[in-house]
């Protein structure tokens, strides 16, 4: 089974503090993938990356940055953590397939909820 | 960025009952797949449909693409209470690189009532 782990569930920052969530997965996946998810408004795509130091912006990538220097791991980077950021963060993962079209499903970790005060 | 309109967003039953979750949007899918979620983890993976006017069955949920490839429907038949959880499609639009980059709608929350 495909693993996607975050290092944390659960966060608590102060505003204007740097944070960093992790990402991890054990299945040599080329895609990975930063959503956040807000009730009411299902998952936003924050970030994604399709090979290592490579990246792309999502919908919304305001306040966010991100890095991928190994192909297992994705960082989430709050530059300076606002109250807006206050969400659940999920990591997901997915095997290439290619550009035009996309069937693979992605494996998903089971969230951090960062909260910040 | 392109929308998906997912409805409803709530959906409270009594177990055997049947229901209908909705998904559309005004542009071409090249394939849309549908999760569900429970509490404190992550969407997991129920189906992916790829083909205008496919229909596929896992057990008591139906999923149909429709046929211009903009719509797609859940229906779950005679509901239990462990069919509870949020319900969530997500679409790959079509044309463009996508690197696997889907669009989710807002999501349905079922709940089924004992």
């Known amino acids: 089974d495909v693993k996607v782990t975050q290092s944390s569930r659960y966060l608590v920052k102060r505003t204007g503090e740097k944070v960093f969530l992790e990402c991890v997965q054990d299945m040599d996946h080329e895609n990975m993938f930063w959503y956040r998810q807000d009730p009411g408004l299902g998952l936003r795509l924050i970030y994604f990356?399709?090979?290592?130091?490579?990246?792309e912006k999502g919908d919304i990538p305001e306040g966010y940055s991100v890095s991928r220097e190994k192909k297992e791991r994705f960082s989430l980077i709050l530059e300076s953590a606002s109250t807006n950021q206050t969400s659940m963060y999920l990591c997901?993962?997915?095997?290439?397939?290619?550009?035009?079209?996309?069937?693979?499903?992605?494996?998903f970790g089971n969230g951090t909820r960062l909260t910040v005060t | 960025t392109q929308l998906l309109e997912q409805s409803p967003q709530f959906l409270s039953i009594q177990e055997g009952e049947n229901l209908t979750v909705y998904c559309n949007s005004s542009s071409v899918f090249s394939s849309l797949q549908w999760y569900r979620q429970e509490p404190g983890e992550g969407p997991v993976l129920l189906v992916t449909v790829v083909t205008g006017g496919e229909v596929k069955k896992l057990k008591r949920l139906t999923f149909q693409f429709g046929d211009a490839r903009k719509d797609s429907s859940l229906h779950i038949t005679a509901a239990q209470p462990g069919d509870t959880g949020l319900y969530l499609c997500?679409?790959?639009?079509?044309?463009?690189?996508?690197?696997?980059?889907?669009?989710f709608g807002q999501g349905t929350i079922l709940t089924v009532h004992p």
């Open positions: 997500a679409a790959a639009f079509a044309g463009g690189t996508s690197y696997g980059k889907l669009t």
């Open positions: 990356s399709y090979d290592v130091k490579m990246k």
């Open positions: 997901a993962s997915s095997p290439s397939s290619g550009l035009g079209s996309y069937n693979s499903p992605l494996h």
